[in-house]
T-cell receptor, first 110, second 112 residues
Framework: KNEVEQSPQNLTAQEGEFITINCSYS?????LHWLQQHPGGGIVSLFM???GKKKHGRLIATINIQEKHSSLHITASHPRDSAVYIC????????????FGAGTRLTVKP | KAGVTQTPRYLIKTRGQQVTLSCSPI?????VSWYQQTPGQGLQFLFE???????NKGNFPGRFSGRQFSNSRSEMNVSTLELGDSALYLC???????????FGSGTRLTVV
């Protein structure tokens, strides 16, 4: 079993819909990261969380440490949000020894 | 300010050769991490350098190595290339490895 599981693997939505991507992990972590990867390969770091909730524009990330679960929400989705979203966890005391989920491919249709 | 710069963007090598990839972090960032991304294995952590010292290493064979220079620029080297080394290699920099990361655009390596 992977240390980091994401669901769903693929997600298609209509523009304007509310999107939720889930991430569960099975190891102790020091922080959880949400990354966005566009078709060209470039990766953007969206959030780094160790507790609670963070918001940036239309993106919201939450984490429940007790349940070892995080969610990424996108409100009022737009076709430019189409990308692969990757959950990554930093294990133990060093954030850089990271484990990655397989990613969720999001397609937002106009 | 300039982002993380990786060179070259694309590379084709032959099995058995070696390759060196370069990563220039954002000015002031002292932590540089390297990752391999393949369709089968996804993203995997290779190693991290901080102030010229390897601080962490993922589960890769010794053919994969790296170093960091005093100006924080980093290189990774893969010797005796195998077909399975074909991948997108990404580096990311951060202030101390605890803050948010900035990723480069990656180097796409094809081994034939």
């Amino acid at each position: 079993k992977n240390e980091v599981e994401q669901s769903p693997q693929n997600l298609t939505a209509q523009e304007g819909e509310f999107i939720t991507i889930n991430c569960s992990y099975s190891v102790g972590i020091s922080a959880l990261h949400w990354l966005q990867q566009h078709p060209g390969g470039g990766i953007v770091s969206l959030f780094m969380l160790s507790s609670g909730k963070k918001k940036h524009g239309r993106l919201i990330a939450t984490i429940n440490i007790q349940e070892k679960h995080s969610s990424l929400h996108i409100t009022a989705s737009h076709p430019r949000d189409s990308a692969v979203y990757i959950c990554a966890v930093g294990k133990g005391g060093n954030n850089n020894d990271m484990r990655f989920g397989a990613g969720t491919r999001l397609t937002v249709k106009p | 300010k300039a982002g993380v710069t990786q060179t070259p963007r694309y590379l084709i090598k032959t099995r058995g050769q070696q390759v060196t990839l370069s990563c220039s972090p954002i000015s002031g960032h002292r932590s540089v991490s390297w990752y391999q991304q393949t369709p089968g294995q996804g993203l995997q952590f290779l190693f991290e350098y901080f102030s010229e010292t390897q601080r962490n290493k993922g589960n890769f064979p010794g053919r994969f190595s790296g170093r960091q220079f005093s100006n924080s620029r980093s290189e990774m080297n893969v010797s005796t290339l195998e077909l399975g080394d074909s991948a997108l290699y990404l580096c990311a920099s951060s202030l101390q490895g605890l803050a948010g990361y900035t990723f480069g655009s990656g180097t796409r390596l094809t081994v034939v």
